[in-house]
């Protein structure tokens, strides 16, 4: 019995990939309503009834439109919020192009709303003002990540559920096309499941050249199902792996669960040159807040925190209230030999390239 809505995965006999995911929801606004409020706001109007829809690869949408799925309709192809402002996709429907990538993207657009779809990925590219709003991603092709952001500013997740072939949710600077930092993205009340890669994965890409910043990231309220991912320098639930002559700072992951790791770790926090993807080392990490952080499973692999040189440091990490399978990690423990480093007790290597940690009870 379920007393509010939830998102879940339901397993047999303890299987991962036969699983039955089960969403639920509140009752969602119906056509006729989104009809009138569209009609309100002197917006185009578009429905699609439950069927199944492939006469078209991609719809794009223009500003000032309102889409509404209801559920049971299936569109195949891509809904592409391009170059415009003022637009929301509302119901219950499904979007899923054959090729397995971008039921939906925005890119270089404002003031966008998209609540309730089931689709595969939906980057966010050049854009300002946008909310996902109980968004499921569900992918399986070669990197397939989830919900990634690209250069843009004031975007917000609310109750999204990701299963995805690479990274679930992403913040990187310059990328695919789109110039310039990132600004204020927040991921709350959501669900994610990495069957490769990270849940959350921060700071790889910009543009070396412009010095881009990434700063003012919350994630909050967060449950991390899995991460099974065999490479050593792509593990970590909460990464940030800063490169590119970016700048990472003020970034809160607060409140999170962790209910297991298959292959990887519980975070990686690093400045480095990771020369297949980047053009320079990261310029640093700064104040970063790991508040409720609360891990249950079998023992993960070591996190890390590394910087790179002296003048390219990480700076002030605080850990409040970490819990390792319900053993608190902090300053002063009961237990923890007077000689050890707080992070030893939480399998966390630090190397001297870090200024200011703090592990507060």
Known sequence: MLFQPENLSIEFDGDLTNNLLLFTSKPVQSSAEARKEA???GRDFI????????QADTLYLKSNTTLYLAGGSYFKGTFAIDDAENVSILGRGIARPPRGYEGCHVYRSKNVLIDGLILNTCPV??????MLHNVKSISHPAWGDGLNVFASSNVTYDRVFCRNSDDCTTAYATRKGFSGSVNNVCMKN???WADVAHPIFIGIHGDARQMDSIVNLRYENIDILCQAEPQLDYQGCLAINCGDNNLVRK???DNIRIEGVLQGSI???KVGYNQKYCAAPGRGVENILFRGIRYYGPEPNMSLILGYNEQRLIKNITFEGLKINGRAIYDNMPGKPGWYKTADMGKIYVNDLVENLKFIK
Request: proline letters at 8%; aromatic letters at 20%.
């Open 267 to 269: 975070l990686q926090v």
């Open 251 to 253: 970034v809160i992951f």
């Open 125 to 130: 590219g050049g854009s300002d003002g946008v």
């Open 47 to 54: 429905y699609y009834p439950p069927g199944y829809y492939d």
């Open 190 to 192: 959501s669900t994610l």
């Open 39 to 41: 009609r309100q706001q």
